[in-house]
């Protein structure tokens, strides 16, 4: 196993005409507010844009639009925004701040969102909150994660009074509680004595964001969406951050070792590493005899694909493909540290280009987005979904969960229904 010498392109702008997997920059704002709790989440677009960010991470969220019609686009929609987010405080009193999406149709026409959010502060006293992340703000949903990131330490981190009981509080950035991870986590650094304070935005309410900045280090679990975060906090509030990386055996402990160095608490955190370990190897050693050897294409979101190589790595399988629809060069590099010599990096990959891989390669385990499951079982080819549904991945335990998941992904009685094919790991 080397590292990949040959990174690919990325971070350009789509083609226009070209069918892009990448989302705009709404969407990516939407990624990272649609969790936080106690704030109404209002578009100002076309109904279009709503329903388009309604869902995010496959579970439907309350939006409210202002529904922009031809005429308001062509006259001004500046009433109607602030008509709108008047009655949606008439509606939802308890709402504690209002995000205020700004979509394209909104900037193409040049509605002054700032100046009517800046208006509705004062006369709700509220934090309204401008997100400016028109699709033509960026080239994918990266780009809105950063304008997201922005809007909240501007707007909600630091409103809470000075609080100095705080000296073992961490915020966790980047990590969205996907299947429970965030529990694994919370969990682990709870036996170090660390109190998760908010994580961006897995668990974010109003509360927890206006006292983040009392945290006296930041976690950041995915580089893409907590890596802006973590730079605004530590230029705004002078709070170090940690990259950190919960996926797998080795890296959960390497992480553990890390934050707990930062605390003076080393011996705990070898001593929580010894017993899970110890605990988790049966299991893994069994998961190891069926899976070293096999073949597994990842493709989904950014940082995480160099995490996700390592963690099957670890597992003994050979990483031949990994993309990712908005990486940056550095979450390439990391995914290419870990695969099969050979293996293929690519970014934003069409619906022919995966095909192509499937087709061709034929690996034995495809991971990706909920788009990419039938994709991959049309052609027989054993699917993971991840970001994982259901139970957590994240930490000792869920790497246990995980292990167990692609012995079950792959042995599931329909493979044996394809001729041939399986038989190398139906085998036994
Ligand atoms: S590209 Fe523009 S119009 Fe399309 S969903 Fe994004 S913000 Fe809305």
């Not at 629809?325 to 695969?339: I, K």
């Not at 292990?403 to 992904?409: C, E, G, Q």
């Amino acid at each position: 196993m080397e590292a990949l010498p040959c990174l690919p392109g990325c971070g350009a702008p789509t083609i226009p005409g070209e069918v892009s997997s990448r989302a705009c920059p709404y969407y990516g704002a939407r990624w990272l507010l649609a969790l936080v709790k106690g704030a109404l989440h209002l578009v100002h677009a076309p109904v279009g844009c709503a329903y388009y960010g309604g869902s995010v991470r496959g579970k439907a969220y309350r939006m409210l639009s202002t529904a922009l019609d031809e005429k308001e686009i062509i006259f001004g929609s500046e009433a109607k925004l602030a008509r709108a987010i008047r009655e949606a405080v008439r509606l939802f009193p308890e709402a504690g701040a209002i995000f205020v999406y700004g979509c394209c149709a909104a900037g193409l026409t040049g509605t002054d969102i700032d100046g009517i959010c800046t208006a509705a502060r004062r006369r709700t006293g509220r934090p309204v909150v401008p997100v400016g992340c028109a699709g033509f703000a960026g080239t994918s949903q990266g780009d809105g994660h950063a304008i997201a990131a922005a809007a909240l330490v501007r707007f909600l981190v630091g409103r809470a009074p000075p609080d100095t009981a705080a000296p073992y509080d961490v915020n966790v950035l980047g990590e969205f509680n996907n299947g429970g991870d965030l529990g694994e986590i919370e969990d682990l650094l709870g036996r170090l004595g660390l109190r998760v304070r908010c994580a961006f935005t897995g668990k974010a309410d109003i509360t927890a964001l206006a006292g983040a900045h009392h945290a006296r280090l930041n976690l950041v679990h995915c580089r893409r969406t907590g890596g802006p975060l973590a730079e605004a906090m530590a230029k705004e509030y002078g709070i170090p951050h940690l990259p950190v990386n919960f996926f797998g055996l080795a890296a959960t402990a390497a992480s553990l070792r890390e934050t707990a160095a930062r605390f003076g608490r080393e011996r705990m955190a070898e001593e929580i590493i010894r017993a899970a370990t110890t605990e988790a190897a049966p299991v893994l050693e069994s998961v190891r005899r069926h899976v070293t050897g096999l073949r597994v294409g990842l493709y989904f979101g950014a940082s995480r694909v160099g995490m996700m190589a390592a963690a099957f790595r670890e597992l003994g399988m050979d990483v031949v493909f990994a993309g990712a629809q908005f990486g940056l060069a550095e979450d390439y590099a990391a995914a290419g540290a870990h695969m099969t010599v050979g293996g293929r990096l690519k970014d934003d990959a069409s619906q022919w280009q995966l095909e192509d891989f499937l087709l061709r390669e034929r690996p034995d385990l495809f991971v990706g987005g909920t788009r990419e499951r039938f994709l991959a079982h049309k052609y027989g080819v054993p699917f993971m979904v991840f970001p994982q549904k259901g139970k957590p991945y994240a930490g000792f335990n869920g790497f246990v969960n995980f292990a167990r998941d692609i012995v079950k992904a792959l042995r599931a009685p329909v493979w044996q229904f394809i001729p041939g094919r399986w038989a190398h790991v139906l085998g036994d």
